[in-house]
T-cell receptor, first 111, second 112 residues
Framework: QKEVEQNSGPLSVPEGAIASLNCTYS??????FFWYRQYSGKSPELIMS????GDKEDGRFTAQLNKASQYVSLLIRDSQPSDSATYLCAVIPPGNTPLVFGKGTRLSVIA | EADIYQTPRYLVIGTGKKITLECSQTMGHDKMYWYQQDPGMELHLIHY???????EKGDLSSESTVSRIRTEHFPLTLESARPSHTSQYLC???????????FGSGTRLTVV
């Protein structure tokens, strides 16, 4: 059973703080990792992708991947109230199979 | 502009009716997917396709069918709608390879 685990939250952070979102996956051979942001009532939006160990930065977002620990994280620096959303971690397992999504972590940034 | 389109955005329909949810993309993506999502809940894969005349079932496929006659078009059909089908239906597409998905805006279906 391919699994992607996330803490459901809510994770509450004050405006301007760093929000840290975590994800673990069960299939060691997984090769591609993604973070999606989903506002209430809207569809998921791809915000970060990472394919190799280490950090990848894009503006206020940093994705971190540790394949040995089967762990992916997303850091949001200088969090804004507009970052309040559910963040979905997604993983492509080995083989030609669809993305496996986690259940999402709800983030609330308090002004 | 390359995009993925879903119609209708909202649909209210009576129990027992047959409905087709439309999904089209102009990005030339070979892979397309249908997901069901209740408010605040996780995504469930219903069906997916990796190319014309190729379709596969996901986790919640037993009460719906799909077709893929053209690369850009991937409609989802419910033969007999039930109140349990009330949900948001999301279509997505991706390139060949290990790339992320682009989602459409969704269809919010209510069966009364």
């Amino acid at each position: 059973q391919k699994e992607v685990e996330q803490n459901s939250g809510p994770l509450s952070v004050p405006e301007g703080a760093i929000a840290s979102l975590n994800c673990t996956y069960s299939d060691r051979g997984s090769q591609s990792f993604f973070w999606y942001r989903q506002y209430s009532g809207k569809s998921p939006e791809l915000i970060m992708s990472i394919y190799s160990n280490g950090d990848k930065e894009d503006g206020r977002f940093t994705a971190q991947l540790n394949k040995a620990s089967q762990y992916v994280s997303l850091l949001i620096r200088d969090s804004q109230p507009s970052d309040s959303a559910t963040y979905l971690c997604a993983v492509i397992p080995p083989g030609n199979t669809p993305l496996v999504f986690g259940k999402g972590t709800r983030l609330s940034v308090i002004a | 502009e390359a995009d993925i389109y879903q119609t209708p955005r909202y649909l209210v329909i009576g129990t027992g009716k047959k409905i087709t949810l439309e999904c089209s993309q102009t990005m030339g993506h070979d892979k397309m997917y249908w997901y069901q999502q209740d408010p605040g809940m996780e995504l469930h894969l219903i069906h997916y396709s990796y190319g014309v005349n190729s379709t596969e079932k996901g986790d919640l496929s037993s009460e719906s069918t799909v077709s893929r006659i053209r690369t850009e078009h991937f409609p989802l059909t419910l033969e007999s709608a039930r109140p349990s089908h009330t949900s948001q239906y999301l279509c997505a597409s991706s390139e060949q390879g290990v790339y992320g998905y682009t989602f459409g805006s969704g269809t919010r279906l209510t069966v009364v």
